[in-house]
């Protein structure tokens, strides 16, 4: 079973910036994509910024030109930079994972069906 574990949520002020992190645990298949999604209360979880087994890479629009997502394959770390943050980006951050013998078949990349693995959030906060 793999598992990925988050980190980096805080509480900041309008355009302030965190970088959030999502570490996985060692599995044997292949790793297809990995994503960042966020909820907020009383809103459906929507694709953040996500990125496809080619190095290719998908942004929502609404964090285009603040958010950057990156990865170390070394670590097994997923990571978001949020910078000029804004108080609509208060959310549950989720990171995700489509891991297995082949790829799961999906809507597009920043939609959440297809992803298999999902960790458990991490807080953040935007204060005005």
């Known amino acids: 079973q793999v598992q990925l574990v988050e980190s980096g949520g805080g509480s900041v002020q309008s355009g302030g910036s965190l970088r959030l992190s999502c570490a996985a645990s060692?599995?044997?298949?292949?790793?297809?994509?990995v994503g960042w999604f966020r909820q907020a209360p009383g809103k459906e979880r929507e694709g953040v910024a996500a990125?496809?087994?080619?190095?290719?890479?998908s942004y929502a629009d609404s964090v285009k030109g603040r958010f950057t997502i990156s990865q170390d394959n070394a670590k097994n770390t997923l990571y978001l930079q949020m910078n000029s943050l804004k108080p609509e980006d208060t959310a549950m951050y989720y990171c995700?994972?489509?891991?297995?013998?082949?790829?799961?078949?999906?809507?597009?990349?920043?939609?959440?069906?297809?992803?298999?693995?999902w960790g458990q959030g991490t807080q953040v906060t935007v204060s005005s």
């Open positions: 060692e599995y044997t298949y292949s790793r297809w994509s």
């Open positions: 995700a994972a489509d891991i297995g013998p082949r790829p799961t078949p999906k809507r597009g990349l920043l939609h959440a069906v297809g992803y298999n693995y």
């Open positions: 990125i496809d087994s080619d190095d290719s890479t």
